[in-house]
């Protein structure tokens, strides 16, 4: 399972074979605490309120689009897009008791399958790293949204990504491993211009800055020893070193002294007209 987490498999969950999980995956970031109340602040941030129709790209299991969907009631509604059928369907079944306001369909983010204008706000979160043409994603979310409405883009930049550890050169690797596996890595820092190219009136730019003090977190949500294993099977490490580097980081979480850091760059674009 971790090797094809680690090989950035959400580029096309469906081949994979394992959509359940990088379900589970998802499932452990989109129920912690601290990241849903950072999206809900980015969300009410951005002004999507009561009313509005929303558009989820990239929904996966539905995590963001739930808290859109609370955020939009009564009287709005949200689409949550997903090119992968086994992620639409947990996200369909995962809601379908809660009685909140939205919907799953697939479809590509390159070709969003709405009219010009049909949305208040389009959000995407941790998906213009995994596709093809981020430009066309960007330009396709503005398209959809009405004039004056909004494009919220979440984004981080894998090489503004550290461990704090007592060997920085093995940290070094692994982080630059973990980049090397996914499609965009430096996509955080490119959202702004992506949306001002693709038209839009204006954008407001902030950072979020993710502060892991845990080990165990960093390791299930950024994959620590899957990509440390990883720079050892391709020789970039040497095991000994690796399992030296992996027992330093413990005993730093012992002495209550681990820091991981990745950062967020996120983008309020405003649709022109
Ligand atoms: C990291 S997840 C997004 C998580 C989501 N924001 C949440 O609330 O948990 C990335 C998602 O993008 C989807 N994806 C990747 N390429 C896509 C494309 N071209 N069109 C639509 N969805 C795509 C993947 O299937 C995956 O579900």
């Known amino acids: 399972m971790a090797d094809r987490l680690v090989a950035g498999g959400f580029e096309d969950v469906d081949r994979t074979g394992s959509a359940e999980a990088f379900a589970a995956y998802l499932e452990r970031i989109g129920t912690d605490e601290r990241v849903r109340k950072l999206n809900r602040t980015r969300a009410e941030t951005a002004g999507i309120g009561a009313g509005h129709r929303v558009l989820d790209v990239g929904c996966g299991v539905g995590f963001d ?23 639409v369907e947990r996200a369909a079944a995962r809601l379908v008791a809660s009685g909140l306001p939205v919907e799953f369909r697939t479809g590509d983010a390159h070709a969003l399958p709405f009219g010009d204008g049909t949305f208040d706000a389009a959000w995407t979160e941790r998906v213009l790293v995994h596709v093809a043409d981020p430009a066309l994603v960007v330009r396709e979310m ?12 979440a984004e981080a930049d894998y090489h503004a990504y550290v461990v704090d550890s007592l060997d920085p050169t ?16 430096d996509i955080g ?52 070193r690796a399992a030296a580097w ?18 967020f760059f996120i983008a309020f674009a405003r649709v022109a007209g």
């Open 65 to 87: 689009a739930s808290i859109l969907a609370e955020l939009v009631a009564p009287g709005g509604h949200v689409v949550g897009v997903d090119q992968s059928a086994g992620m």
């Open 142 to 153: 503005i398209r959809v949204v009405r004039p004056g409405g909004t494009v919220v883009i």
């Open 170 to 185: 093995v940290a070094t690797q692994v982080m630059a491993r973990h980049a090397r596996g996914l499609r965009h890595p």
């Open 189 to 240: 820092r490119r959202v702004r211009r992506l949306c001002l190219d693709a038209g839009a009136a204006e954008v407001r730019m902030r950072p979020e800055v993710r502060l892991v003090y845990e080990l165990e977190f960093a390791d299930k949500v950024l994959l620590l020893r899957d990509y440390l294993a990883a720079a050892v099977a391709a020789g970039e490490v040497d095991a000994e």
């Open 246 to 263: 992996w027992a330093g980081l413990e005993d730093l979480q012992r002495r209550g002294r681990f820091l991981a850091a990745l950062e």
